[in-house]
């Protein structure tokens, strides 16, 4: 029987949950939807800095969205840097949303080896998991900052496997993002959706190899 | 002397104007606010599938991430699929940018070939033009459908330098983006931001080699 296979969970908003940070969009006079546009954006311009050759690490593309986006809300921000640096001290408070312990438990429990990958500072996933009391389940953090490029470029997911000492084929990622299943599965990963708001799956990507409503359902899905 | 630079117009947002596209999210029950967060997404999602290798064209992008959006927004959406449509019908209706009619103009009399370079379809320019009546002040309207990568690639501008027949060099990008300005000068290319808004320029992207507040503008900056 072959072992267990090796998992790489996504990071933010497949473990964190990014909702308090809405207090912090609202403690410095934006709105709480303005969130959603903040990630979207920074996801689009880590991606486009990937596919222009000049990446930079998730931190800087925050703090610079979130400036751009304090110019364009017309209202005076009396001090745009101060609240950039109180949405940003946000990420060190989040906690993981309710099935990730018992998730993470479960599946170390199976015998699974467990590494997160993340877009983002391998610290932030460190401190997270740390604060969840389930750290010590993880073998590694993983970012894309060692590797040059983000997700979902294939070279993000090889370092993994690389990593991890596994076949591509033989690494699982995990992640709520179709962007991501979908660049896991090009790069040869199995990949898995986890999908806790019962949406559909966008036509324009692969789909996943498992589709799961929470984290503990991984254990049988996999087994 | 030289010959007046080429120059190629990004179009979605750097000449139409998309806030017309607020009230139709709001005609089916959506926040107005959701627009950025749409169009954001369209962005990250485009930029993901051109990492991946698997580009897909602007109008499949934006159908997809508006139908995922509405199975976030939580309340009842009675027909989905015609909220995707009405919202991207829109785009047929869209104006122009106060600006860019006596800019277009100007540029035109003053000697500079014109052509448009945009994620989406070269379509959308050509009706966008049209219905602006300066259409037939543009060469050719250039979609990076025909490439096979999205913008910021490298290879999309210098696929519009090709067609129009000069080095990159001698190309002129204008876009209110500053992901498109970076790409453009990675490229090779000149690149004008168009800043209407008087925003701060992201430190996380090479700046542009002129900044222009409106387009007419542009014609004594190229001087």
Redesign the interface.
């Not at 991606?47 to 000049?54: D, H, K, Q, V, Y």
């Not at 708001?197 to 559909?200: N, Y």
């Not at 966008?202 to 692969?206: A, L, S, T």
């Given at each position: 029987m072959a072992p267990p296979p090796t998992i790489a969970f996504d990071v933010n908003e497949t473990l964190s949950d990014l909702s308090p940070l809405d207090a912090r969009f609202e403690d410095v006079g934006a709105?709480a939807?303005?969130r959603?546009?903040w990630f979207?954006?920074v996801?689009?311009?880590g991606?486009?800095?990937?596919?222009?050759?000049?990446p930079?690490p998730f931190a800087?593309?925050a703090r610079?969205?979130l400036?751009?986006l304090w110019?364009?809300q017309g209202g005076a921000m009396a001090d745009p840097r101060a609240a950039t640096e109180h949405v940003m001290a946000g990420f060190a408070e989040l906690p993981v949303h309710p099935d990730v312990v018992p998730g993470v438990r479960a599946l170390a429990e199976a015998g699974h080896p467990l590494v997160t990958l993340s877009n983002g500072a391998s610290e932030v996933a460190r401190s997270l998991l740390g604060r969840a009391g389930v750290g010590d389940l993880f073998r590694t953090f993983l970012s894309v900052e060692d590797v040059g490029?983000?997700k979902?470029?294939?070279r993000a997911y090889n370092h993994a496997a690389t990593v991890c000492e596994v076949n591509p084929r033989e690494l699982v990622l995990v992640a709520v993002h179709p962007?991501d299943v979908?660049?896991a599965r090009?790069a040869g990963l199995r990949a898995v959706w986890l999908d806790r708001?019962?949406?559909?799956y966008?036509?324009?990507?692969?789909r996943p190899d498992i589709t799961v409503r929470a984290l503990p359902d991984l254990v049988d899905a996999l087994r």
């Open positions: 709105p939807s303005l959603a546009t979207a954006s996801l689009r311009d991606n486009a800095l990937t596919i222009a050759g000049t930079r800087d593309v610079a969205v400036d751009d110019t364009r490029v983000w979902p470029s294939k962007w979908h660049g090009r708001g019962a949406a559909s966008p036509p324009v990507f692969d």
